[in-house]
């Protein structure tokens, strides 16, 4: 989705693979395994170190988990992991992202984003400076904290490329 936007991306894997970075993507996945192997390459001080400095960052469902306070402890969050059930409750939702269509001059609300949550995490908590942009059943599901966007869902899988033109309007 990110190439398709004309952006430059790569795979970070170790920290001296975050130097020269402009964003952020911490993508879906398994977060006990993301969370190992963030360990296991000594990630964490250094990805909380540029996310600190204001780099931004774009985290999608385990993203979403990993920025927790309970992870990386970079936004001011709780995740739920695995919040709407397990993966035979997956599922596609038409929502709406506040803020999604930053186009001046497309002054009307925004039209729904198709998500795709599996397995998905929700917000349980958050703190003030956590601005909530969608919700599922009264669950959060996507919000902002500075220049962090985390989603609950994954945005990559369908057309709709808002979510991630969001995430650079932040560079």
Same mark, same amino acid.
């Given at each position: 989705?990110? $190439?398709?936007?004309?952006?430059? #991306?790569?795979?970070v894997?170790?920290?001296g693979?975050?130097?020269?970075?402009?964003?952020? #993507?911490?993508?879906?996945?398994?977060?006990?395994?993301?969370?190992? /192997?963030?360990?296991?390459?000594?990630?964490?001080?250094?990805?909380?170190?540029?996310?600190?400095?204001?780099?931004?960052?774009?985290g999608?469902?385990?993203?979403? &988990?990993?920025?927790?306070?309970?992870?990386?402890g970079?936004?001011?969050?709780?995740?739920?992991?695995?919040?709407?059930?397990?993966?035979?409750?997956?599922?596609?939702?038409?929502?709406? #992202?506040?803020?999604?269509?930053?186009? +001046?001059?497309?002054?009307?609300?925004?039209? +729904?984003?198709?998500?795709v949550? &599996?397995?998905? +995490?929700?917000?349980?908590?958050?703190g003030?400076?956590?601005?909530?942009?969608a919700?599922?059943?009264?669950? +959060?599901?996507?919000? $902002?904290? /500075?220049?962090?966007?985390?989603?609950?869902?994954?945005?990559?899988?369908t057309?709709?490329? $808002? #979510?991630?033109?969001?995430?650079?309007?932040?560079?």
């Amino acid at each position: 989705m990110l $190439r398709g936007l004309n952006a430059r #991306v790569r795979e970070v894997r170790v920290p001296g693979d975050l130097e020269g970075l402009e964003g952020l #993507v911490i993508p879906g996945g398994e977060s006990t395994t993301m969370t190992l /192997g963030i360990e296991r390459e000594g990630l964490a001080e250094p990805l909380w170190n540029i996310v600190k400095e204001g780099i931004p960052v774009l985290g999608s469902c385990a993203g979403l &988990i990993m920025l927790d306070r309970d992870h990386l402890g970079l936004m001011d969050m709780r995740a739920e992991r695995n919040a709407f059930g397990r993966q035979l409750r997956s599922f596609e939702a038409d929502i709406d #992202v506040r803020g999604i269509d930053r186009n +001046p001059t497309h002054p009307a609300p925004s039209r +729904p984003l198709r998500a795709v949550f &599996i397995r998905a +995490p929700w917000i349980a908590e958050h703190g003030p400076a956590v601005d909530v942009l969608a919700e599922v059943d009264g669950h +959060p599901v996507a919000a $902002r904290e /500075g220049k962090m966007l985390a989603v609950a869902f994954h945005a990559e899988l369908t057309d709709d490329d $808002r #979510v991630h033109r969001l995430f650079l309007s932040a560079m």
